[in-house]
Nanobody
Framework: QVQLVESGGGSVQPGGSLTLSCVVS????????LRWYRQTPGKQRELVAT???????DYTGSAKGRFINSRDNAKNAIDLQINSLKPDDTGIYYC???????WGQGTQVTVSS
């Protein structure tokens, strides 16, 4: 059984940075595609970043140029570094395994001055 646990969220001022982590158990993080989604009140979860099984990162929308995906094989995790944070980045960030259709519990990111 695959389980995902996100961490690293918090409250930051605009322009700051955060690094979110998604620790995977039950499956090696290598060879598995994992995705980051953001959910804001009243909206559906939107895809912001993908870490493909071959280690290639991809980004959508406003995440391009500011979000950086990486894989930490020692922790069996993926990290999402978010730079130049904007208020629109506020939301709950979820990690998902596409292969096992499994979600983590999410981690809250709040960007405000």
């Amino acid at each position: 059984q695959v389980q995902l646990v996100e961490s690293g969220g918090g409250s930051v001022q605009p322009g700051g940075s955060l690094t979110l982590s998604c620790v995977v158990s039950g499956r090696s993080v290598t060879g598995t595609t994992l995705r980051w989604y953001r959910q804001t009140p009243g909206k559906q979860r939107e895809l912001v970043a993908t870490m493909s099984a071959n280690g290639v990162g991809d980004y959508t929308g406003s995440a391009k140029g500011r979000f950086i995906n990486s894989r930490d094989n020692a922790k069996n995790a993926i990290d999402l570094q978010i730079n130049s944070l904007k208020p629109d980045d506020t939301g709950i960030y979820y990690c998902k395994s596409t292969q096992f259709n499994t979600w983590g519990q999410g981690t809250q990111v709040t960007v405000s001055s």
